[in-house]
């Protein structure tokens, strides 16, 4: 089993889900947005499985400029894909 | 409840609009341009809800160039996405 | 009003063009090219739209060869939807 | 023989298999998004071939907030690749 | 004049061509490298016309593990790109 | 000549050929994986054409969780081209 494989078991017995609604189509480019933080999210949450971790690197994040611009370079790539998946809601 | 849509929430108690008129078409590229810095932004607001937080950041990324280059970066990717949602304008 | 359009109107009565000519069309790869470091500079001149500050900055980055790495970096992905808008000139 | 090729033989008498399955066809987004995490985890696997190492490693990006960000920068990144490769699942 | 206009007049009469032949179309995936590299050079160049200063940058940059990384990722970019306006010479 | 010529030209009376085989067509997605290495690692042998300072620096980025990281998302972007360049291996 590899590394993350187990990681991923120690969070639950139900493994995470990496893709909420195992879909990139959304109705609207909002909630096509939401999936791309949420997708975002969700990988950091397979690496680090412990919430109380999670939690305090939160607040390291939320308060240093040069992280939130990487967030939101990470969330623009996610949504770069999910756009194309829906012929940008043309 | 996800830690992303509780921060949210802390904000007010209409949730964020991340993509704003919940469309990526726009009449021109400048139109285009405002919308991907918008929706940019828009992330930073989500994950740090607290505008006085987010104000104090300003002040710090503002002055540090290469923060403002990541900042180009970012808005560069979303920009693209965005194009290619209007056909380039063409 | 958006923090971003405030910090817009303090550089001038006139608001920035974030694209200049309000097109990604252009006659040739080098006039392409060129658009690509306009737009990617006058992002940074959106957030910091204070001239003695960039300036300042300027000889920060201008010296410092992983900022002039990371300019080359938001260049290309400029420089890719132009491209891509132009047909690639072909 | 290139250094990467070396390195690569020194953990194994197998070389890595670097595309799980040779393939970037799957059934679904989610298992799309596994593919994803695991090609981004066989690239540092290839170029630190040590599991001791790499353990090591671990316990520091796990607890590294930019780090996380960053894995999750790349895990889109080969996201896309594998999402437009299945014309995104639709 | 901008900033960038006048810093690429100090370095000659003659501005530099950002693009060499003005064209992204090569014979050869190899030729078409070799273009992306150079594009991702003369930006470089263009933002820091001293070649006196380039020189000392090279020399930090070249023995820098992590700048190394970003120059591979720039060119990465900048051919993604050539790629696709030569449909990948196929 | 170019500062990026005359380094190739230190390493070897043949320059370094930067696409092996010339070519970004392979026969699986595990070829064209291996491509994607290949042509990150060429980037930076042209770079830095002296083996040994190549070697030293091996040493730490293998050591160097961000830099692996890094080395990753270089080896995705060219994945991405040589995927498309093979359409994906559909």
New interface residues.
Partial sequence: M???AS?MNEAAAAPI???PG????TK???D???LA?????L??K???PDAA???K??A??????????????????????I???NN???
Wanted: without cysteine.
């Fill in positions: 590899s590394e993350y990681s889900q990496l893709v195992n879909s990139l189509i609207t480019p909002e096509g947005r939401l933080v949420k997708m975002a999210r990988i950091i397979a690496t680090q971790v999670r939690e690197l939160r390291v994040y939320a308060e240093d400029a040069a992280m939130l611009i990487a967030i939101g370079q990470t969330v623009a790539t996610e949504f770069a894909t756009s194309a998946a940008y809601w043309k």
